[in-house]
């Protein structure tokens, strides 16, 4: 690694003032930014910790019925405390393994939006909040392609904020070798209609699977997706599989995912 | 009922207490006083001409001590290659150099091309960025047969091609074995890959060098399995330091599994930067590092075909292999697969004629070298594949087919140059049946069709060959090493013995397991018998430990020099009981004299060798001290008969390992548990390399699986409990101990298995799919279901 | 370079580190604590872990200075005050549950948050909750097994030895 300074803020202001250093860098758990560094993949100038910033940890309930989640709250503690909504802890209980839930955060995994990680596919299937030092982000509008999102520089996500849906389920199917999704199909009915986000398979990062929502929202059963597929074309193409592949999986992970939801 | 000590006794491990509270005292955690750190700047391209390197402005850098590049290193030895193939035209292989920092080229991306060394390990790193290296790249020499296509680039400009040798065994039998394929009743080919691999230790390696000016002596500390041979290579052909000059010790080694045998450029760097630099140098692998600086394994591709007669008896055998050896020449590289592969060609069977071609082959990729099985894996995998093959096409059992080819007689002459002196091949596989509950796969098979799966049962034979030896016959085939081992056994006074061995344990449990032979032999506790190893300053010269020869070569060493101690105790006993030395009998640790009560004990004649006041002194020297080498008649011939059974999701292509056995014959075991624990980590490695592990290259030579996010090691959770059967025992008839080995036995043993139960379930769905190349990942066996 | 200070094994530890040290590197290269080892630089093998305030953590992917006053605890403090192994560790040498020993500290520190939170797991459980611990010697038979025996189960009817 290169090496930077340091700070742990107790404050989303503090943190805010302290990002405003050139090339300085917001830190959540790590999980991910800490392996960059040591491939000496990125030079910042100082890390600022958002794990000390007490308002910014653990899981609550908001006035509207929804799961309101604090930016540095970790994967475990999701995992053990967003019983509201079963689908979204299930998913936080199976990102990375247990050494990694117990350090990354929803606001680090988020706002890195890795193309194969979990909670992309969480936060756009349910259709949810992404809450910052500045505004709130509808998660049609953060999510931006591979490695990409609305935030602004020094903007930090304070909270998460998902409406609790009749029916969710997320099903992964792994990349061997990194134990990311390859495939990972977030469903969530509500009771306006039916979200499908696909993790892992494009391209440009999370995506909406439009066709397998309409049909959903009209049959919410597995069979609604039989004829529907997607083009292997703008799909990832890599060791683990080619993107005909990959398009196939979408339409097999979210039929299970409809199957087993709850 | 289980022994609770000595041979065949599952004792527990005595090295376990320091692993388990930390104090494990691996190379990574020895730190010299004044140490500095080494970083090495490597080749990020497969292949180039260097232009010129600038390390003006990084030895400027905080803490920099010194910079050093390939122009440091003119007239240092080459490392070399331990092994030297003659072709099938009688001409000795091509031989390139192989320098420590890279010469006027590169030739694989990790190629070490510059080295830092720095206060840290962090101003090392950060000085190397700042090297100025500007390199042509030329095209990258990746796909084998390509490389040998007539106008292809050549990875080193002065040899005369990138044919490194093309050598054929038996060359003699070649006419022999066309004209059987000619008049074949039947004839199976079968084309496929068997993967390259990283080996991937769970310790990367480490080297420390220590140079001490007053006394001008040399220290090596590094992570290897044959600290003399690394001391013998170094010191002789590389740096050239007298043996006497230099001391190589190899600690707590966190796993080999063959690719911490060989003898690498950072050991010799940190060796001679020490000296240099005056100072200790140290260098700890990053796990990216260790992916593009370990020898690969594996990487051949071949072609197979059987003949059979019109019963069904396997006739001939005929293949064509093109193997690997990546950019320089590693090691034991040349007699992976030659002496290694094409000797085991026969397998289990009584196949007459066979005929081997291998074509090795130099690519701008990382060296390949020998891995858990060394050429016997290719083997087994071919065989085992093109058998399994066979008997779909004639509609014959595979198991039947196997038996009815099994060699029955021993000693049995291959004609493939070894000669088996034991095995019940029959034997394994009946146990196999036993304990796989082939009876009950019907009724599983059912049970996964109602969940939609497929299921597959595979089986297959192997037969291994340890301890390779003698040395006179593995000089003749071009090996430039002596494959003996070695054992001093030094008793001390109060009755307590050292034995310093050549082996080396990095996991198998040898302080363990040889302390339990030594106790057995004498009758005293094992807490009494203290292993040393890894250090060529306290230990005799040896050669170390890989092909699983430890227990066969290295305990047969320590046998013989234990021999020789109670053979000189029982001296000391006829005399302290005032006897004839013919009538001493030794037994639970005292002498006594046959058919008498009169008896001396283990410790007061050990204690008369160091106080001889009452001694034969004219007979014999004072002093209880003896060193043997052992130089073994022939190898050993581990066998056994495996099964797997598999799980297909038709829909995504996983397969999920249900079921896994293992039955094999090692011939006598010390210490059950740890032979136990030996097949279930080659067993992970087996299914690892045929379901989940891919070193794979681009066109650019570019490595894609780089790190473990793309290559996929086995985790618990992609494995089931094993079940492992070694009573069928046939012991080795020419070692004392009758053990044959059992360290590479499962990896060996394991991958043709998962294949072929995969494509039993495959056609079980009635798909036509007659072959999958390993790794058998979801997107290959989905993609060979809907092709 | 700054202080940190923390907690190890119940005694009270600090020293000056730069922002990129790695607890990890804290722990080995000041304390010398050489007992947490370091296995890969992608956050995978787990060798590395420990116990941070009571849960398991890869300590190559958390600075040191991010356990700024934290209760860290190492494979070097498991063993009974009497300096006899504790439940896991006896159970992995009874059980073979080690080879080269490499993994060991990670797996034992791993099997220890595993049982704190889960203490009569299944095979499926320890399987599926070792996902972050590679090991490339044992084949995991007698590590799950290890885990198992030491959470009070009965280990016999699994297969071998």
């Known amino acids: ?262 | 009922m289980p022994k609770d000590g000595g041979i065949g006794a599952s004792s527990k491990r005595r090295e376990d207490v320091r692993f388990l509270t930390g104090a494990g005292n691996y190379t990574d955690d020895i730190n010299m006083h004044g140490q500095a750190y080494v970083h090495f700047l490597r080749s990020d391209v497969a292949h180039g001409t260097i232009k010129s390197i600038d390390t003006s402005a990084a030895a400027g850098m905080p803490g920099v001590v010194r910079v050093f590049t390939g122009a440091d290193f003119e007239g240092v030895g080459s490392i070399p290659c331990g092994w030297q193939v003659t072709d099938r035209h009688g001409q000795p292989m091509q031989e390139p150099a192989h320098p420590i920092l890279a010469q006027g080229k590169v030739r694989h991306v990790g190629e070490p091309v510059a080295a830092v060394v720095a206060e840290t390990y962090e101003q090392a790193r950060d000085a190397a960025e700042a090297i100025g290296l500007d390199i042509d790249e030329l095209p990258a020499v990746v796909d084998m047969k390509a490389a040998l296509d007539s106008g292809a680039t050549k990875v080193h400009d002065d040899l005369n091609d990138n044919l490194c040798y093309d050598w054929g065994f038996v060359e003699e039998n070649k006419e022999a074995v066309n004209k059987a394929f000619d008049d074949a009743a039947h004839v199976t080919s079968l084309e496929l890959v068997n993967n390259r691999l990283v080996a991937n230790p769970m310790e990367p390696r480490v080297a420390v060098g220590d140079y001490a000016r007053g006394t001008d002596e040399s220290t090596l500390y590094t992570t290897s399995q044959n600290p003399h041979v690394i001391r013998l290579l170094m010191g002789a052909f590389v740096l050239g330091i007298p043996e006497h000059k230099l001391r190589v010790v190899a600690p707590d080694v966190g796993g080999g599994f063959g690719t911490k045998i060989f003898h690498y450029q950072e050991e010799a760097f940190c060796t001679f930067a020490a000296k240099a630099c005056n100072r200790p140098v140290k260098w700890t692998s990053s796990r990216s590092e260790a992916f593009i600086s370990d020898a690969h394994g594996r990487d051949h591709v071949t072609k197979i075909e059987l003949a059979l007669d019109a019963d069904n008896n396997f006739t001939a055998i005929r293949t064509e292999t093109h193997a690997n050896m990546g950019a320089y020449l590693s090691t034991f590289a040349p007699s992976v697969p030659t002496w290694l592969h094409g000797t085991l060609m026969a397998g289990n069977y009584k196949t007459p004629l066979i005929y081997v071609n291998v074509k090795a082959v130099f690519t701008n990729t990382v060296p390949v070298d020998a891995y858990r099985g060394a050429g016997r894996p290719e083997a087994t995998f071919q065989l085992e594949r093109v058998v399994d093959k066979a008997a779909r096409e004639l509609g014959v059992d595979p198991i039947a087919l196997r038996r009815q080819n099994f060699i029955t007689e021993f000693p049995y002459a291959t004609p493939v140059a070894v000669e088996y002196d034991t095995g019940d091949y029959h034997g394994t596989m009946d146990k196999l049946e036993e304990i796989a509950d082939f009876s009950g796969f019907a009724a599983r098979r059912t049970e996964s069709e109602k969940h939609g799966k497929l299921r597959g049962l595979g089986v297959n034979c192997y037969i291994e060959a340890c301890g390779i030896a003698p040395s006179n016959l593995v000089g003749q085939l071009g090996a430039r090493a002596g494959l003996y081992e070695s054992a001093t056994v030094r008793v001390n006074a109060t009755g307590g013995l050292v034995v310093m061995t050549g082996s080396h344990s990095h996991g198998q449990g040898h302080e363990t397991s040889f302390a339990q032979v030594v106790a057995e032999m004498i009758g005293i506790d094992e807490s009494m018998v203290e292993i040393v190893h890894g250090d060529t300053a306290n230990t005799p010269m040896g050669m170390g430990t890989y092909g699983s020869r430890s227990i066969a070569v290295g305990g047969s060493a320590m046998v013989r020099a234990t021999e020789k101690i109670i053979n000189k105790a029982k001296k000391i006993a006829s005399h302290l009981l005032e006897a004839s030395e013919a009538d001493i009998e030794l037994k639970d640790g005292a002498f006594s004299v046959a058919g008498t009560d009169k008896s001396v004990a283990w410790g007061d004649v050990t204690l008369a060798a160091y106080v001889p006041h009452n001694y034969p002194l004219e007979d014999i020297e004072p002093g209880l001290e003896e060193t043997a080498f052992y130089d073994p008649a022939n190898f050993t011939y581990p066998s056994g008969a495996y099964a797997c059974e598999v799980e297909v999701d038709p829909d995504t292509g996983k397969v999920t390992i249900d079921r896994f056995a293992a039955a094999d014959d090692f011939g006598n075991i010390i210490n059950p548990m740890i032979v136990t624990g030996q097949v279930h980590g080659g067993i992970a490695q087996g299914i690892g390399q045929a379901l989940l592990e891919n070193c794979a290259y681009d066109e650019n030579g570019q490595l894609l699986s780089a790190s473990y996010m793309d290559y996929a090691m086995p985790r618990a959770d992609d494995l089931p409990m094993f079940s492992v059967d070694h009573s069928s025992q046939t012991p080795c008839t020419h070692n004392p101990l009758g053990v044959k080995g059992c360290g590479e036995a499962g990896a060996i043993g394991s991958p043709p298995a998962v294949v072929n139960a995969v494509v039993d379930a495959l056609q079980s769905a009635g798909k036509g799919v007659t072959h999958i190349d390993m790794p058998l990942s979801p997107d290959r066996v989905w993609a060979a279901m809907n092709g | 370079m700054a202080q940190v200070s923390m907690t190890v094994n119940g005694k009270a530890a600090s020293g000056e580190v730069e922002g990129r040290t790695l607890l990890s590197s804290f722990l080995r290269d000041q304390l010398m604590l050489t007992g947490t080892h370091v296995g890969c630089d992608t956050s995978q093998c787990g060798a590395c872990v420990v116990h941070v305030d009571g849960h398991a953590v890869k300590s190559c992917t958390m600075l040191a200075m991010e356990a700024e006053g934290a209760d860290i605890a190492t494979i070097e403090g498991q063993a009974n005050a009497d300096g006899s192994l504790n439940v896991i560790q006896q159970a992995f040498q009874d059980h073979h549950g080690l080879q080269c020993g490499f993994c060991t500290p990670g797996m034992v520190m791993s099997a220890a948050a595993l049982l704190k939170e889960n203490p009569k797991p299944s095979e499926q459980e320890v399987r599926a909750y070792l996902e972050g611990n590679i090991c490339r010697c044992t084949g995991y038979h007698n590590i799950v097994k290890a885990i198992m025996a030491a959470s009070g189960q009965d280990v016999t009817a699994i297969a071998a030895e």
């Open chain 1, 1 to 262: 690694m290169y090496n930077f300074e340091f700070e742990e803020p107790g404050s989303v202001a503090d943190a805010v003032a302290a990002l405003g250093a050139e090339d300085a860098q917001a830190l959540g758990g790590g999980q991910t930014l800490i392996p960059t560094l040591k491939q000496r993949l990125a030079q910042p100038s100082k890390l600022v910790s958002l794990r000390g910033i007490a308002e910014m940890q653990g899981v609550c309930k908001g006035d509207d019925g929804s799961v309101c989640i604090g930016g540095a709250t970790t994967h475990a503690t999701v995992a053990a405390e967003a019983g509201d909504y079963p689908a979204l802890a299930e998913t936080a209980a199976h990102i990375g393994d247990p050494a990694v839930r117990n350090r990354g955060t929803i606001g680090g995994s988020l706002a890195n939006n890795d193309p194969s990680a979990c909670y992309p596919a969480a936060a756009l299937g349910s259709g949810a909040t992404i809450a910052t030092n500045t505004r709130e982000i509808a998660a049609d509008d953060y999510f931006q392609g591979m490695f990409t999102t609305a935030l602004d520089e020094g903007e930090i996500i304070t909270e998460v904020r998902f409406p609790v849906p009749e029916k969710a389920n997320y099903q992964k199917f792994v990349q061997p070798a990194s134990r990311f999704a390859l495939v990972g199909v977030f469903v969530a009915k509500y009771a306006d209609g039916v979200r499908v986000a696909i993790t892992g398979a494009s391209n440009d990062g999370v995506f909406r699977w439009s066709e397998a929502e309409a049909a959903l929202s009209s049959n919410f059963s597995a069979d609604a997706i039989d004829g529907l597929s997607l083009s292997g074309e703008d799909m990832i193409s890599d060791l683990h599989g080619t993107g005909d592949y990959r398009a196939h999986l979408c339409a097999v992970i979210t039929k299970r995912a409809v199957a087993a939801a709850a």
